[in-house]
């Protein structure tokens, strides 16, 4: 994982310019949609999976940590689609 990061870290310093005014009204539309899908993605999955109880922790914990890489990914590549 600590590759992972230290690879993604260089991709997204060398691929990524931040552009900090939206350049249209679609742009300040598509965050609250954002926001919306991310917290039912941690919320939604991650404490889903509490009731086994033998995945109670693990369960919150992988959701924190695959919501976290799929965010950086898709700065990353969003781009490129």
Do not use: C, H, K
């Not at 900090?20 to 917290?39: G, K």
């Not at 693990?58 to 490129?80: D, E, H, M």
């Amino acid at each position: 994982m600590v590759l992972v990061e230290i690879g993604m870290v260089a991709l997204i310093w060398v691929f990524v310019r931040v552009n900090l005014t939206p350049s249209s009204t679609l742009d300040s539309q598509r965050y609250p949609a954002f926001q919306d899908v991310n917290v039912m993605m941690l919320i939604g999955f991650g404490f889903l999976m509490t009731f086994i109880r033998s995945y109670s922790w693990s369960a919150i914990a992988w959701t924190f940590l695959i919501n976290a890489i799929v965010t950086q990914f898709y700065i990353l590549f969003s781009p490129f689609w």
